[in-house]
């Protein structure tokens, strides 16, 4: 028998390469253990197997919230992070002072659920008058949340702007139209009504109805005297008008069910972009989606057309009977274009990339409705598909394929006023009188304050103060209220 020293060459070069080795697998094994941990694998002791589970990210509005999946506290606040097991799992959100947000959540093995959405509403909600008014007649938020236009009087030219940058404090000044810009029949300007907001919240669009004749005005809210009459500079019968997205400078029109673009400085109209146009919406700067009426294809009768435009290309989708109800949404979620179309058989279609050469993309899912809808929007973010048909929301997430069916818990929600997006996943109502709000699958519904019914309702930049329309029954005044959607502040 040999004697081996450790302090020889060999031994020592041995000892190291072993020592490496070990190292080298130890390495492995725990960079391996971590991909498979990162990935949601874990081990479960009845079934003796490793098993993937899902990522769940928490946020919530406010912060800090406590996290309980299944009725067990998590060891972190929100925004958070952990994985669990693939199935069905409860989750509730709770901090002190609110409401607790609960929802019950599918987990597929691999998937990366995102729950950024939550609100917590105080227990007890602080609804505040800002200004009373004699009379509203209209009220157009910004896109911006910081801009609101009040009207007091159809057939007054004069609105009151409020500013928003100090939620707590909200600054309101009037803002006229300057008399040039309102041609008058009998010394009249007849009436005025509130159209719509271009994305920068600067410009906004008053409709003038004066002896049967439409007049179009683009406002300027930092300088109303640079208010342009757009009909009379065209000199164009205008039935609907719509901003380009991206700049205010372009707008889309309707004259004589003929869809045109018009350049406010170069003072020039397009020919005819789209004929027989019955409706038409305006999505980014060059995306029109429209309802039009023409004549078959082999000219025995007239259809109702479901097509979209962009960049001088008109695509015609599908061609319906003259009776069919059709209802439209267009929008963008994930890079890609989504076209929801209902023609009241009890199902939406969805389409995806519409434009693209690759006609296979252009399917992308079908929800059944049951019987036709009185309204389908898509969510501002894109990603939500809702419809609405009297007390029955049926929403499509296109994120995760799934579709959801609910009965809203106020009456007569989807008749004379639909559900509005208030954020990407939030919509209100004011069934009534009650302002509430409720997530795009009708879960954790609720009831804000009162409101005057038919006017808009928009959140603060920052999402923590709800501004609506109230009103004084006994006096029959209104006025502008800031409800606080979170505790005192």
């Known amino acids: 028998m040999f004697p081996i020293s450790l302090r020889s060459k060999r031994a020592q070069l041995a000892l190291r390469f072993f020592t490496y080795g070990v190292m080298t697998l130890a390495t492995v094994v725990l960079t391996t253990l971590a991909i498979f941990y990162a990935m949601g ?9 490793f098993e993937q589970g899902g990522l769940v990210q928490f946020r919530s509005l406010p912060e800090a919230a406590t996290v309980v999946v299944d009725g067990v506290a998590q060891n972190f606040k929100t925004p958070g992070r952990a994985n669990f097991p693939a199935g069905d799992h409860t989750i509730v959100m709770q901090l002190s002072g609110y409401r607790d947000w609960q929802r ?10 995102w729950l950024n959405y939550a609100r917590l509403f105080p227990t007890s909600i602080t609804t505040v008058p800002v200004k009373t008014f004699p009379s509203v007649t209209g009220m157009l938020p910004a896109p911006d949340h910081r801009w609101i236009v009040i009207q007091e009087k159809q057939d007054t030219p004069s609105f009151t702007l409020v500013d928003l940058a100090d939620e707590k404090k909200p600054v309101l000044t009037t803002l006229t139209i300057p008399d040039a810009a309102l041609p008058k029949k009998d010394g009249k300007i007849g ?6 907001w271009d994305l920068s919240s ?24 640079e208010t342009i009459n757009i009909s009379d500079k065209f000199r164009l019968a205008i039935t609907d008008i719509h901003f380009s997205g991206g700049n205010p400078n372009f707008v889309y029109v309707k004259t004589d069910d003929v869809l045109r673009k018009l350049d406010i400085n170069a003072n020039s109209a397009s020919a005819a972009l789209v004929v027989g146009v019955q409706q038409f919406s ?5 995306t029109i989606s429209y309802i039009a009426k023409r004549p078959s294809a082999d000219g025995t009768q007239t259809q109702q057309f479901v097509g979209l435009y962009r960049g001088n290309k008109e695509l015609v989708l599908q061609a319906f009977p003259l009776n069919a109800t059709v209802r439209i949404a267009f929008g963008q979620y994930d890079n890609h274009d989504f076209f929801a179309i209902h023609t009241g058989d009890g199902d939406v279609r969805v389409l995806r990339n519409p434009f693209s050469e690759n006609q296979g993309n252009a399917e992308f899912a079908t929800f059944t409705t049951g019987k036709p809808v009185q309204w389908l929007k898509m969510s501002n973010n894109g990603r939500m ?14 994120e995760l394929g799934r579709s959801y069916r609910s009965i809203l818990p106020f009456a007569g929600a989807a008749n004379s006023q ?63 209220q800031a409800s606080q959607l979170t505790t005192p502040y």
């Open 282 to 286: 305006v999505y980014g700067d060059d």
């Open 104 to 113: 019950t959540v599918s987990l597929a093995p691999g998937q990366l659920l």
């Open 202 to 225: 600067r410009y906004f669009i008053v409709r003038q109805q004066n002896a049967g004749v439409d007049q179009w005005l683009r406002v300027d809210r930092t300088n109303p005297n």
């Open 418 to 480: 639909p559900l509005q997006w208030l954020d990407d996943y939030y919509l209100w109502s004011d069934s009534g009188e009650r302002l509430r709000l409720l997530e795009f699958d009708g879960q954790n519904e609720r009831e804000i304050t009162t409101v005057a019914p038919g006017f808009s309702a928009t959140l603060s930049p920052s999402g923590k103060t709800l501004f609506s329309i109230g009103k004084n029954t006994v006096t029959n005044s209104y006025f502008l």
């Open 41 to 49: 694998y874990r081990f479960n002791q009845s079934s003796l197997e």
């Open 191 to 196: 009436t005025l009504s509130l159209v719509e």
């Open 385 to 398: 598909v809702v419809a609405g048909v009297d007390d029955v929301m049926i929403t499509y997430d296109l």
